[in-house]
């Protein structure tokens, strides 16, 4: 089956820093990959989809200069927080789809950030 | 845009049936997909009706009817391993997940 892979699993930070977390799909290419948010017993709610080699798109309440999405090849995204506060603390999922489309999206591990 | 009411909590017996029921309303509309997320984990992938109609999966089942907005995940042979929280996700150009169900499954 289609894998995802996050790295890293977890971190933690200083208030102030920037964190990169990267999502790769293992064994197919995903034309579109999503970022999602998910707070503590809450759903995740989608921050932003990318598509490889053009911008990302991102969901209302999002700031783009904030959370860098970068989809640079049919394998890799990633996602930068920028100047992270403590408020950033989260777990970050991404997913990963191989076509135009969401209807089968596999999702990786996920990200749990911490923000000190 | 989006909302899908589902119920927050189920609680059963080891061997018992469980039907979490999701209701939604939505722009646009290509299926209903179910996802099973235990507690530190992520999401895996359990079912996706795009047509009405029931879709069995081993002890999972799914059913959607388009035309009520309707559709339910069925849990049957409850084991310990399925206690989890489960999200429905419309599908259109993006998922968009329900707040989730939390089942705890008793001996």
């Known amino acids: 089956g289609a894998v995802v892979s996050q790295h890293p699993s977890w971190v933690i930070c200083k208030s102030g820093t920037s964190v990169k977390i990267e999502c790769r799909s293992l064994d197919f290419q995903a034309t579109t990959m999503f970022w999602y948010r998910q707070f503590p017993k809450q759903s995740l709610m989608l921050m932003a989809t990318?598509?490889?080699?053009?911008?990302?798109?991102?969901e209302q309440g999002v700031e783009k200069d904030k959370f860098l999405i970068n989809h640079a090849s049919l394998t890799l995204s990633t996602l930068t927080v920028t100047s992270a506060h403590p408020e950033d603390s989260s777990f970050y999922i991404c997913?990963?789809?191989?076509?135009?489309?969401?209807?089968?999206?596999?999702f990786g591990p996920g990200t749990r950030l911490t923000v000190l | 845009g989006q909302s899908l009411e589902q119920p927050s909590e189920v609680t059963a017996v080891e061997g018992a049936i469980v039907q979490i029921n999701c209701t939604y309303q939505t722009s646009g509309f290509y299926g209903l997909s179910w996802y099973q997320q235990h507690d530190g984990g992520a999401p895996t992938f359990l079912s996706y009706?795009?047509?009405?109609g029931l879709e069995e999966t081993g002890r999972f089942s799914s059913f959607l009817s388009r035309s009520d907005s309707y559709g339910y995940l069925l849990l049957q042979e409850l084991q310990m391993k399925d206690s989890a929280s489960y999200f429905c996700a419309v599908i259109d150009y993006k998922l968009s997940f329900g707040a989730g169900t939390t089942v705890t499954v008793r001996a």
């Open positions: 990318s598509n490889e080699g053009s911008k990302a798109t991102y």
């Open positions: 997913s990963a789809s191989s076509r135009e489309g969401t209807d089968t999206q596999y």
């Open positions: 009706n795009a047509l009405d």
